[in-house]
């Protein structure tokens, strides 16, 4: 069973940067894939950015230029940079990793952008 502990989530002002980190414990195999959704209240999952073992990345047109994502291996990390900030970015963050073909999720961690 993977585990998916999320940090780095809070308040900021509308043009601030927050960090979230991700780290996955519990698998003895190799994640194949680590990101990130969000979920606002009442909407549906979205994917904000994905990086794939071996691959390239994949960002929502809504967050590029803006966020950056990156993927420790060693640590079975991955990271999210997010600048300028928007009140529309406000929304439960999840860490998500497949490993083995299984989708597995964190407890999500919220970002609130005030105006």
């Known amino acids: 069973q993977v585990q998916l502990v999320e940090s780095g989530g809070g308040l900021v002002q509308s043009g601030g940067s927050l960090r979230l980190s991700c780290t996955a414990s519990?698998?003895?195999?190799?994640?194949?894939?680590m990101g990130w959704f969000r979920q606002a209240p009442g909407k549906q999952r979205e994917l904000v950015a994905v990086?794939?073992?071996?691959?390239?990345?994949v960002y929502a047109d809504s967050v590029k230029g803006r966020f950056t994502i990156s993927r420790d291996n060693a640590k079975n990390a991955v990271y999210l940079q997010m600048n300028s900030l928007k009140p529309e970015d406000t929304c439960v963050y999840y860490c998500?990793?497949?490993?083995?073909?299984?989708?597995?999720w964190g407890q999500g961690t919220q970002v609130t952008v005030s105006s």
């Open positions: 998500h990793a497949v490993v083995l073909g299984r989708n597995y």
């Open positions: 519990g698998s003895s195999f190799s994640i194949n894939v």
């Open positions: 990086i794939p073992t071996g691959s390239n990345t």
